[in-house]
């Protein structure tokens, strides 16, 4: 298979609509149907779902998105290193969830920055799923992930920390006077929808939540009424005066990761590494 053929099956698969995926990949809609029919039939298999007005995946077709996003990181991620690595520039690219593991992320530069041969960090901020995509790109040498939400399949990780859940509210809200909460309570606030973060392929997952992009946007639109949210409860300890973070028994305990590459021979990212496992 060829980058084009998977990046054209990406496309499609996302948009589910040759005229758009068309679009987008800035070629005319005849080529890219014939170069997903050809790809077909070299796999000998039905990828896609066709009628007059749908298109859909199929099982298959399932399977070959998730492994061709892989293909196209991997490709994308392997001239990445190699323009870095040419540039002569010995530093670490760290990628880590904005407002996420603040307090431990502080003591790990600390800490690495006390071994031998250490070398300088670039901490990138990301949005929720972000720092899986830049790792796994090559725009991060190593990221900090957060189970259940991200996936360190095919990746190299150490486990840090485990913690529990809290949900952030608005001070003076009702239920910011309880001593904890359950999912329940907050999953059908009407005045409080859960916010909703855009997904892989950019586009926001149905609800009456509002659509967030940034960490700072989100707390904002707490403040203001407008939403609440559930995290990780390291998140909920600096806060503004004007949110309350509240226990939530029932939510699912969130672990957080150091993940790297597993073909990384980099001393660099070893020592990160061992320094996190430490602390």
């Known amino acids: 298979m060829e980058t084009r053929e998977l990046r054209y099956f990406v496309a499609v698969a996302e948009e589910l609509h040759f005229g758009r995926a068309a ?6 809609q005849p080529p890219l149907s014939r170069a997903i ?7 000998g298999v039905a ?22 996003r892989a293909a196209l990181d991997a490709v994308e991620a392997a001239g990445r290193r190699t323009r870095r690595a040419a540039a002569g520039r010995s530093r670490l690219v760290l990628a880590t969830k904005a407002g996420a593991s603040g307090e431990l992320l502080a003591k790990l530069l600390d800490a690495y920055a006390a071994e031998p041969g250490a070398v300088a960090v670039d901490v990138q ?31 190299d990780t150490e486990e840090l920390t485990t913690e529990r859940q809290v949900v952030i509210l608005p001070a003076g809200h ?25 997904q892989r392929d950019g586009r926001y997952p149905p609800g009456p939540g509002p659509e967030i992009r940034e960490h700072s946007q989100l707390l904002e639109l707490i403040a203001l009424g407008r939403t609440c949210a559930v995290v990780a409860e390291s ?26 590459p597993p ?3 980099s001393r660099a990212v070893a020592g990160l590494v061992r320094a996190a496992t430490r602390l």
């Not at 029919?37 to 796999?43: A, D, K, P, T, V």
């Not at 910011?176 to 907050?186: C, I, K, N, S």
């Not at 503004?240 to 969130?254: C, E, F, H, K, Q």
């Open 23 to 28: 679009q987008r990949l800035g070629i005319a």
């Open 37 to 43: 029919s050809q790809l077909e039939r070299r796999l």
């Open 47 to 68: 990828l896609l779902e066709r009628t007059s007005r749908t298109v859909g995946l199929t099982d298959a077709g399932h399977v070959l998105l998730r492994e061709a």
């Open 125 to 155: 901020l990301c949005g929720i799923g972000e720092q899986e995509k830049w790792l796994r790109d090559g725009r991060a040498d190593v990221a900090l992930l957060h189970l259940p939400y991200d996936s360190p399949a095919g990746l």
């Open 174 to 198: 009702p239920l910011t006077v309880r001593p904890h909460l359950l999912m329940a309570d907050v999953a059908d606030l009407p005045d409080l929808p859960l916010p909703r973060w855009p």
């Open 235 to 260: 998140a909920g300890v600096h806060l503004r005066r004007d949110l309350v973070a509240v226990p939530l028994l029932d939510a699912p305990t969130i672990t957080t990761l150091i993940a790297w």
């Open 263 to 265: 073909h990384s021979h």
